[in-house]
Nanobody
Framework: QVQLDESGGGLVQAGGSHRLSCAAS????????MGWFRQAPGKEREFVAA????????DYADSVKGRFSISRETGKTTVYLQMNSLKPGDTAVYYC??????????????????WGQGIQVTVSS
């Protein structure tokens, strides 16, 4: 079992930056990858970014590539999502998720076994 706890949500002005944190606990040693997803009102949950738990392999949705960055400090169990040049369209509930099945880095939410409770990010124009 892995427990995930997001923090850092809030209200941000368009063009600004913000960082989300996801504190992982439990059997993190079995984690293969971490992902961030988001869900805007009236829309389906969508992939944002993912990274291998070990190594520097990352993947980003086209909508955030060049603006968002996923990272984890070596030896730490907190994953970050640095968000720059925020747009009103980035407004959503953001979720972090853990994938414990070794495979290719996935953009599909069904690949992730554990989820945080979600945290609201609102970008004002």
């Amino acid at each position: 079992q892995v427990q995930l706890d997001e923090s850092g949500g809030g209200l941000v002005q368009a063009g600004g930056s913000h960082r989300l944190s996801c504190a992982a606990s439990g059997r993190t040693s079995s984690t293969y990858a971490m992902g961030w997803f988001r869900q805007a009102p009236g829309k389906e949950r969508e992939f944002v970014a993912a990274m291998r738990w070990r190594g520097n392999i990352t993947d980003y949705a086209d909508s955030v590539k060049g603006r968002f960055s996923i990272s984890r400090e070596t030896g730490k169990t907190t994953v970050y999502l640095q968000m720059n040049s925020l747009k009103p369209g980035d407004t959503a509930v953001y979720y972090c998720a853990a994938d414990q099945t070794p495979s290719s880095l996935s953009r599909h939410d069904y690949s992730y076994e554990y989820w945080g409770q979600g945290i609201q990010v609102t970008v004002s124009s």
